[in-house]
């Protein structure tokens, strides 16, 4: 396999490394010959290369199986122009693959129940999956800014076309059928004419899937329902700001945003990536937990790599580290011994089975 | 005074029907005379006139001192145009009347904090107000449909200008100030023309208030951080969608949404709402919670009538009802007896000192 690593900015490259060694365990199980080819992207593409989106980057994620990604951003490019901003390149390299797909599972992890600000009982058994739509909508559509009397007038199009909505809508029924659960598709009809498109698609889409049960809700209810009841959630499919913010705030139901893996499909190569941000406040201290890209390389061996039966290992080798007791920083409540990013790693390495 | 009373659809009706007797007697202990101007809106107004927002209703608006509605919307009109449904009469009222501060005060009340889902000690304390811009962005941008190869394509522009950003991040300074407290300016920068603008209002804003602590936050993470730990907050403020979304989210924390009051000013007449939708559900059984609607007519008192005595006593009595075990069906816990919307009223308007 070929396999593009973006660490990225903050804690990316902490957290990419311990992707890399699980790879590296895994490949040697099975017998496999990866070949590694690591890029910048984001911020630390700005500083070698004067954009945050490289040709070369581009090119080796192009021509890769699959991409994992670290994360971007920082304190120090905030103040650069929209599409000169680390964030551009990840925006810019999701576009490039094609990746309309981002897939966010959400599961409640028995032993970190304690570290969920809901009530355990509230928190107990969610397992749930985000299925955002990740390449149109208010991130893509054309932004502009006007002069006016007094000032500026600043304009971001939210733009959906039906194709683009309906293969998201497609896949995410698909992924509701396989699953065995109801799909909430989640928009907000009752303004936006966008919306309103959407929730047509949808009901036209179903009628292909009569055995998937599904509902629409809005997006305010669903901000809310999400803390009220998670667990009425199987599959959410949703557009892609909603999305974005749907999803890390059912991240931190279970404890921490640090523990969420996240994969981006397409027709080319997966795009893998932890949900969490670059963090820059803790960045180069050992104090990431890596969980997050630990099951997001389960993700690309389920996805781009064909190896479902390496997914599971990988989750139950977390699953014990958890439940053996060793906790990240993020995890940690009082009175825990703190874990650092290579010590838990290797402890789900030494787990693997 | 004269006061318009919209009650909209569901249980708008019977909230607002709370509200008057509220106003009644306070009115009565104060000495004031009241004339009430009760008009139709959203679904309601559909069926009587055949449209969301008469001119006799926005006339009475205008002409009010202040204006309390219940709620609009309803399975009934889900399948009408976008400017023919309930909302349209909604979002029309916000627009003519120019009210583009929306302030949603969220409080933990105490005899309610084993009703939030999260951990007691998360919600203890919790008083913070969010202040959603609501009369510019997506709400009221642009919006079109234009036929493509394959399909539709559709968009909702989300606008702001400078003047429209400045206003609200003014008030929501005035406010922080006056509280003594920090302000939070929430946005998604990273991607957003307009809230690069955004910030960059704020930031020449602030330099008016060096005695306000404040910063800015990402909507997805702030859509994390007030599950995480919401007694963080002072003020937010963000724009319309935002602002509709984290509203919701925020609600939930403190028991139920039935509890939470809003003001609308702008320059003209106030506009105040429980933050609650129609519940088509529970509609015409009694069984709403009156509260949200009680404590809007609370800030009514405070906002358009120059009465903040009258609120305090409002808060009071709630507070007073709220201690002795008046629960509605919204915030029963197993075990609790149920009241019905006018016994609770009863018991807040027997409270009143
Ligand atoms: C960094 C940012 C541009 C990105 C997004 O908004 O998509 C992030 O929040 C995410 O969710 O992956
Ligand atoms: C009914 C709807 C149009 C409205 C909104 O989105 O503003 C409601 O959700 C609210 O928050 O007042």
Known sequence: YRLALLPGDGIGPEVVQAGRRLIEAVAGALGHEVIFEEHAIGGAAIEAFGEPLPEGTLKAAREADAVLLG????????????????????????KALGVYANLRPVRAYTPLLGSSPLRREKV??????????????????????????????????LVYTTPEIERIV????DAARKAGKGLTSVDKANVLESSRHWREVVE??????????????????????????????????????????????????????????SASLGDGPGLYEPVHGSAPDIAGQG???????????????????????????????????????????????????????????????????
Not at 71 to 88: H, S
């Open 170 to 173: 497609r896949l995410a029924f």
């Open 71 to 94: 994360a971007v951003g920082g304190p120090k490019w905030d103040r650069l122009g929209g599409n000169r901003r680390p964030e551009a390149g990840l925006l810019g390299i999701r």
């Open 124 to 157: 107990e058994g969610v397992d749930l999956l985000i299925v955002r739509e990740l390449t149109g909508g208010l991130y893509f559509g054309p932004k502009r800014r006007e002069p006016i009397d007094g000032g500026t007038r600043v304009v971001d199009e």
């Open 204 to 261: 036209r889409v179903a009628t292909d899937y009569p055995d998937v049960p599904f509902g629409h809700m809005l997006v305010d209810n669903c901000a809310m329902q999400l803390v009220r009841s998670p667990n009425q959630f199987g599959i959410i499919v949703t557009e892609n700001m909603f999305g974005d913010i749907l999803s890390d705030e059912a991240a931190v139901l279970t404890g921490s945003i640090g523990m969420l893996p």
């Open 287 to 353: 104090l990431a937990n890596p969980l997050g890209t630990l099951l997001s390389v389960g993700l690309m061996y389920r996805f781009s790599l064909n190896e479902p039966r390496a997914e599971e290992a990988i989750v139950r080798a977390v699953n014990r580290v958890l439940a053996e007791g060793y906790r990240t920083a993020d995890l940690a409540g009082p009175g825990d011994r703190i874990s650092r990013t290579e010590e838990i790693t290797d402890a789900v390495l030494e787990r693997l089975e």
